[in-house]
Antibody
Framework: EEQLLESGGGLVQPGGSLRLSCAASGFTFSSFAMNWVRQAPGKGLEWVSAIGSRGTGTYYADSVKGRFTISRDNSKNTLYLQMNSLRAEDTAIYYC??????????????WGQGTMVTVSS | DIQMTQSPSSLSASVGDRVTITCQASQDISNYLNWYQQKPGKAPKLLIYDASNLETGVPSRFSGSGSGTDFTFTISSLQPEDIATYYCQQYDNLPTFGQGTRLEIK
């Protein structure tokens, strides 16, 4: 059974940093590109970042470019999102999402339960 | 960025009604369009991929159509468990989502 388990969320002050993790199981993690998608309270879905299956090739939404870094450790079946210079508008539930066919450009057929990030003083 | 315009933003319908949601892309995205359902407090669930393909395990009352810039999502006979917010998403380029359609029972 596929599983994605996010962790690392919490309360952080503006300008602070946080590192999210997403532990994957039930599929061949190293064969799949992976994504982060976020949802601000009461708002819609926003794609944040993607990474290729081997870690080469990273992509970011303009809203986080230069502040967030996506990475992965295929030996640990884990996806990461390093978030720096956090702003109030980064407050959201952060989901990791698996692409259906494993490709960077694909539908997201499995999502984690999400981890909440709150940026506030 | 490719913009996705989804309408309506909210919709109230009765059980058994046919429900239609539309999504328009700001440029040609071929059939690189997916539809998701999200219930309160839950992660989104993929319903339709590549504009018209039903994801495994999804009831056949859900369907999708369209290509290019104009897409339609349909529930043929609304059920109480279909109450949710629905999103379109393109993946021709970096992914973008529509604004969502909140579906309520009348």
């Amino acid at each position: 059974e596929e599983q994605l388990l996010e962790s690392g969320g919490g309360l952080v002050q503006p300008g602070g940093s946080l590192r999210l993790s997403c532990a994957a199981s039930g599929f061949t993690f190293s064969s799949f590109a992976m994504n982060w998608v976020r949802q601000a309270p009461g708002k819609g879905l926003e794609w944040v970042s993607a990474i290729g299956s081997r870690g080469t090739g990273t992509y970011y939404a303009d809203s986080v470019k230069g502040r967030f870094t996506i990475s992965r450790d295929n030996s640990k079946n884990t996806l990461y999102l390093q978030m720096n210079s956090l702003r109030a508008e980064d407050t959201a539930i952060y989901y990791c999402a698996k692409p259906r066919g494993g490709y960077l450009h694909d539908a997201f057929d499995f999502w984690g339960q999400g981890t909440m990030v709150t940026v506030s003083s | 960025d490719i913009q996705m315009t989804q309408s309506p933003s909210s919709l109230s319908a009765s059980v058994g009604d046919r429900v239609t949601i539309t999504c328009q892309a700001s440029q040609d995205i071929s059939n690189y369009l997916n539809w998701y359902q999200q219930k309160p407090g839950k992660a989104p669930k993929l319903l339709i991929y590549d504009a018209s393909n039903l994801e495994t395990g999804v009831p056949s009352r859900f369907s999708g159509s369209g290509s290019g810039t104009d897409f339609t999502f349909t529930i043929s006979s609304l059920q109480p468990e279909d109450i949710a917010t629905y999103y379109c998403q393109q993946y021709d380029n970096l992914p973008t989502f529509g604004q969502g359609t909140r579906l309520e029972i009348k």
